[in-house]
């Protein structure tokens, strides 16, 4: 075990999730596909990170607990994922600015 940040606990070779009604175990080497986009909320817009493995989806937002450690994580572990994916989401602004940042090739 790597540690344990908000939500997230990280492992060598996976992250487990503590959702309110269950606990799942995600390898890295079952992602194959991260998108990201922005949702309008009127005032303020949230950033949406929906990772795709083993055919299911966690979608999880900026606003959850461990988000900064769990993007740390998800960069470092797929040096592919470009250095400015947060930029190309967040601006401009009002659009949802939909990107695949991952997408594991076979």
């Known amino acids: 075990m790597l540690g344990k940040f908000g939500i997230f606990e990280f492992r060598d070779n996976s992250f487990v999730v503590q959702l309110s009604s269950r606990t799942i175990e ?15 909320l009127m005032t303020i817009d949230d950033i949406v990170m929906e990772i795709t493995y083993n055919d299911r989806l966690l979608k999880i937002t900026e606003e959850t607990e461990g988000w900064n450690d769990f993007t740390d994580r998800l960069e470092q572990r797929f040096p592919t994922i470009p250095n400015d994916w947060w930029q190309k989401v967040v601006q401009p602004a009002f659009a949802t600015n939909f990107t695949t940042i991952y997408k594991k090739t076979t």
């Open 26 to 40: 995600i390898f890295w080497d079952s992602i194959s596909e991260v998108n990201v986009y922005k949702v309008d």
